[in-house]
């Protein structure tokens, strides 16, 4: 069997950063270089730039109007008028225009009479200096425009040339050269083989590295080869102001980074406190940072924001900003280990005038919890978790503004909200829909705590066979508007071709399965369906095998992983898969009546009941857009 | 005398820029270009993108360890190992490793015995798909990766590789030309004559351009000459999305511009209650819209954010953000006439846990006020001001955590607290220094109103001939640290070479003077030295005059604005001038007991006390830092 490089430490992620920083320290230089005033903005300047020239540069007239000497307007008045006469007793002048000797005030333009003979007549003296921006009123030669250490915005550049300057010294770009390594890893221009993994994080790097002030340099992959690797990164190490190793750098049998580091140069921290993230390399080659981090997306996401962030804002002489911050109530139960920090993504959103923060999915892989979130929520190491309801801070990548305008869904998952989420924003700019899936009944209990605006629902009443309305009786005490949805078709999902020739609830029972999470509409659905077969849930194999969404369970029973699942049509034709009608149900729509009038949930309505919503739903297949948008009151 | 263009309408902002984008928004069109997802940072998406392919791809191993078949493992127990063959009953995987049938399940290198003869013993049974991440867990093929009108960031860009997108389609950025006109106008790089104006505004619209989303190209200056201006804008109006003159857009005697654009198109706005920005002209030429911006930088700031910024987000595809809203203390009385909306720059702190706005500069022209200031305070068309002391709403450029950790300072004006400013942030990354010149008196004011930490004064008391200390006794009924600054002469500023033969106070009697704002120490000096000869202010010619900080009076003696002030002797080596020593005074900085805990005041306390401040300060000459840092308590 291979070898294995099990022995990571667990540092706390603060003290490795510490450590890092420390260690880098004399290593780490800020260089400088002269780039024209015009091609400035978003440069940080060396040092502080001092004005050449006043502005403005004379004595200038504030408005439109005539120059005059205010000693010779004395004792105008309306009795008393004074006519001056052009070119001896004034000039005319426009704004901006300079006022020299012997004139040494102006007249509105409003406030003169001119007269047929050229001269002008006044019916008040001028004071001194009036209408006059003397010189140097807004720069004054000498004075410091920009202070060192100053990020350049437009107004600075305006600034700055009015002031004589024509060039500046300012910090230079760290160049960051960024390798993925590993065999199965291929191009994203290539076709994939079963086993191959795209690569992508070397592409997040860069956007990461050029919002954080560096200039990104990316190579083709590397494949998992000790020799190469290390020729590679010592290169590399040689031209450029910090290098970035993904991947690698886990306990796997092919990593070989931390090796090669170790030969190179010095490694300072090898493993960080830290979920997801945990496998991250803190190294130096001479006097270049070198830091490998770890596959899988989240983790390099979180290990970059960690690590290199830091390090690269030092070398780009910015100030790291932390984002955002703000206390939101946690709508589920986040569970953490005492051994490390986590790092939670969730939606965001205000309901009720609070905010509340709903965690995504936490695996390190999971990229699209990153594109979904909002922000983090951070777990500490000495946690073991928050409960619902608690009150947490956020780090958040929104603005508040966003959020705001944000309409909260929580509840059963179906295509259409992603078709609602896309539509919304384009029908009216600056308005979301964030949507968190938890199933039915575990949305109406959000909706119940005040945690959402919107629970999608599909619950059947076995009973009066009538879906949503009686479960929303029961749990409500306020009056609830049950906004119709669609009518959609459930039924079992199997391999196109139906290689099982499974053609009912009965069939479930020679198959492999894969169910939905409690507390789903559709798993309600089958559990009803199984009662009514008289079949028990053991007698399923996979009853217990979860998945989250419609989607989820198509692309499992699209793989070799299960025979059959219970969904949507809409997922089965996504996915190229066959069929099995068991019924058709109601996806609704629960709003407390009390938020119906926020502008936001209007836009929501609006967005349901507009004919571009249901031609889109129709043309997904499945769906039939019946009463889509009219309101039962449920009180 | 020539033509005035004096018919400016008055409309209030808000409609004038609703009438605008209503007018409008039949001719602008949105346009749409494919790039590769590679070069899409911080682009704007067309539609909906949707996935290609699921990730991972494949059943994958979520651990390092062996794949197994689960159903082989059971009944493993510490009483009942079972040992696995290797490429039989299990295979070595790392992460991210495919999971193939007829393997279900993989344990954890950790949870296993190798042993000699290649067989791997374990001690527990393996659950159906413990540790295997199935496909579609993170990306399932078809699902909506990003909606429409979403601004692309690196974790996008990542999410879509591994979906497979190699391309998508984007916003086209909009082409904006920018014409600054007018004859008085040169360009930066060349040589100013008198009467010159340096031109800058375009250089700052082309960074705000690029901020919007939109792509500038700055045209050369076109002189005052009607039929050159017009061939320019046709043709520009054929050729980009949106065209930007700028001057020429009020009553002057060479603005052409709102008739040339009356000849090519349609003018829908002249004229807009605002200040500053009054003269903006919003017109229309075929499809493109063409706005005239004033000439004082600060107006052509303000109508940029007013009416351009909109536009370009509509044309880019992106919502207008709005920037971060607080509301603030006001720490001086803004007066404002009904007539217009009123934007006033503020610097803004946090003190004693509240956040404080002080008005700076209020002109035009003064584009320094925006380089210093940290936000805007609106003062509505209807309302005449604001009282201290009133909390009002203030948009702020900087982040809270920016200005939580900023000393607010407010008092006298001394060259050396640009050192100051220059000092903190390169020392203490992250901390800054905000300071208003309100004179020694205005000052501690506002240190007693709980608005600044730090109030720097030279206050004589004539009577003990004492600096500081008395009048902070007087005022304050907590206890202060007067913290020691430095020693400065102060005198009379002459022209160079002194050519009015200007020889103490008693000369400023045949000369022009510009005197210090009321609560100055520099002009509670004059006083007393006035008093002390036996003059009465009247007897001045420029008594009045006022000017607000040392350097504006030096660039107003530096021209032929006047002949002597009073000032620091910094001052007059800055603007080359003649200097008639008055005698030492001490310049310190007051500041509450309560406050000299706070990390950001101990931070400045620190640079004060730095090496290479007062090697820096010593340099600038006139200076003395006998004590500097030392601390006086006054209770």
Known sequence: MKKRNLYLNNTPVDEARERYLRAMEPYLRVEYETVPVTES????TKQAVYAKYCSPMFNAAAMDGIAVVAAHTLGAGEQTPVDLRPGEDFIVVDTGDPVRAPYDAVIMAEDILER???TVRIVAPAAPWQHVRPIGEDIVAGEMLLPGRHKIRPIDIGVLLSGGILELEVVKRPRVAIFPTGTEIIEPTEDPKPGDIIESNSRMFQGMVTESGGVPTRFPVIPDDYELLKEKV????GEFDMVIVNAGSSAGTEDYTVHVLRELGEVFIHGVAVKPGKPVILARIGRVPVIGLPGYPV???????NFVAPLLHTLAGEVSQTGLRADAVVTRRMVSSLK????????????DGKLVASPLARGAGAAMSLVRADGFCVIEQNSEGVEAGETVPVELYRTMEEIQNTVVVIGSHDLILDVLADLMPSRYPGVYLSSTHVGSMGGLMALGRGEAHVA???????ETGEYNVSTIRRLFREP???VKGVDRIQGILVKKGNPLGIRGIED????????????AGTRVLLDYKLKQAGISPEEIDGYDREAATHMAVAALVGSDGADAGMGIESAARAMDLDFLPVGPEEYDFAIPARFLDLPHVQKFLGSLRSEQFQTRVEALGGYRCRNTGKIVMVE
Do not use: M
């Open 480 to 482: 609830v508007a049950l």
């Open 340 to 351: 490390h920090r986590e790092y939670v993504r969730v939606k965001v959103g205000q309901v």
């Open 116 to 118: 047929e003979d050229g």
């Open 508 to 519: 479930l029972k020679r198959c492999r399965y894969v169910n939905r999470q409690r507390g």
């Open 234 to 237: 010592a290169k590399a190490a």
């Open 299 to 305: 983790s390099a996401y979180i290990g970059f924001e």
């Open 41 to 44: 903005l978003h440069r940080v």
């Open 456 to 462: 999608p629902t599909h619950l059947l009443d076995e």
